[in-house]
């Protein structure tokens, strides 16, 4: 496919003079995409705080360097702004990074993995929505560079922007088409169940076949969704028996009290 990348103006946010400028032209704005990024972490458990908060328009990104300008309440504002829409991928994530900063009510944050199901879109990936909706793709090699450096690199400005802008042309060109029936969203999302089960059962089948182990029959998806159901029975049961003797049991423990008086 070939390479989609963002190629209007890029205004790099890093001192606080710089905001108000900023803030004011995202005020005249009725849709604007965002995306944030963070200090990537190799370490299991450990968590940077976000960085870098990336708005674009179709003609302009701002990226708000949040380790030089800190979170401002102005730019707060525009997330609380419901006259503004904001639209974003796995939003809640970068909505809840920004308010560890400075806190704020959300308004009008559109999650767009919270759309694409409607239109037949099974991938929940920035990079394959894109690819879906406009047949070109766009590049992650920025995506673990180190966010917190003292200059961002031209690649890292373009990358940055490209996300944001991305997220606001995939929610423009979704409005733009009718959502599916909702059982034919239900039909694809079963397929692709199907396909992830046999996937997974195949690479099951592929690791006992190297141990010498035959592997065992296939249940369908129908079979496992009744053998499922039929646990959920089984430990529902058995709650409701758990709950009857420790009644029980108390029942006796209070007539026993009642008779030693």
């Known amino acids: 496919m070939p390479l989609a990348a963002f190629e209007g103006e890029v205004i790099v946010v ?3 003079e710089m905001v108000t400028d900023a803030v004011n032209y995202l005020r005249s704005q009725r849709v ?11 370490q299991r458990g450990t968590h940077y705080p976000t960085a870098l908060v990336q708005i674009a328009t179709h003609e302009r990104c701002y ?28 939003f809640r994530d970068d909505i809840n990074g920004l308010r560890r900063r400075r806190n704020f009510t959300p308004a009008n944050c559109v999650d767009i993995q919270s759309m694409v199901a409607q239109y037949g879109i099974l991938d929940l990936g920035l990079q394959k929505i894109f ?11 920025q995506q673990l560079t180190n966010w917190e450096n003292n200059h961002l690199t031209p690649e890292q400005a373009r990358y940055a922007s490209t996300d944001a802008w991305a997220t606001l042309l995939i929610y423009e060109d979704l409005l733009e088409h009718e959502p599916l029936p909702i059982k034919e969203v239900q039909a694809l999302m079963r397929e692709d169940k199907e396909r992830m089960i046999e996937h997974q059962q195949q690479i099951q089948d ?11 029959p296939h249940m369908s998806l129908e079979e496992r969704e009744a053998h499922q159901a039929a646990k959920r ?3 529902r049961k058995r709650k409701r028996h758990r709950q009857a003797e420790r009644k029980k049991q108390a029942a006796n423990s209070e007539k026993k009290s009642i008779n030693q008086q």
Do not use: W, Y
């Open 14 to 16: 890093d001192k606080p």
């Open 233 to 235: 029975r089984e430990a």
């Open 32 to 42: 604007i995409g965002v995306d944030t990024e963070a200090r990537p972490s190799f």
């Open 206 to 216: 592929q690791r006992l076949i190297e141990q010498g182990i035959e592997p065992p």
């Open 63 to 90: 990226l708000f360097r949040l380790t030089h300008v800190g979170m401002p309440q102005e730019l707060a504002d525009i997330f609380a702004n419901p006259n503004i829409c904001k639209v974003g991928l796995a």
């Open 131 to 141: 690819a879906i909706c406009f047949g070109k793709k766009i590049s992650k090699t």
